[in-house]
């Protein structure tokens, strides 16, 4: 059973940073492709950053400069350093771990609020 745990929102300012923990457990880590995803009041959900099994990221625009994402494949976790939030950076981040050949799951969502 695949099982993602987010942690690591929480409150802060504008121009301050947050970095999110997904670990992960249920699957063969190191083959997934991991991505972080946000859904914001009255918004759909929209890609962050997403990073390969062999490394390669991508990021929406948005975020390209402030938002960094890794993994450590030894700890089955991805994070997302975020620096520099803004206040439109305030949603709910969703870890997912994607799989070509037909898994796709998602964790329970972690709120990130940016706000003076």
């Known amino acids: 059973q695949v099982q993602l745990v987010g942690s690591g929102g929480g409150l802060v300012q504008p121009g301050g940073s947050l970095r999110l923990s997904c670990a992960a457990s249920?699957?063969?880590?190191?083959?997934?492709?991991m991505g972080w995803y946000r859904q914001a009041p009255g918004k759909q959900r929209e890609l962050v950053a997403t990073?390969?099994?062999?490394?390669?990221?991508n990021y929406v625009d948005s975020v390209k400069g402030r938002f960094t994402i890794s993994r450590d494949n030894a700890k089955n976790t991805v994070f997302l350093q975020m620096n520099i939030l803004k206040p439109e950076d305030t949603a709910v981040y969703y870890c997912?771990?994607?799989?070509?050949?037909?898994?796709?799951?998602w964790g329970q969502g972690t709120q990130v609020t940016v706000s003076s």
């Open positions: 997912n771990a994607y799989y070509i050949l037909g898994s796709n799951s």
């Open positions: 249920g699957i063969l880590f190191s083959v997934y492709r």
């Open positions: 990073i390969t099994s062999s490394g390669d990221t």
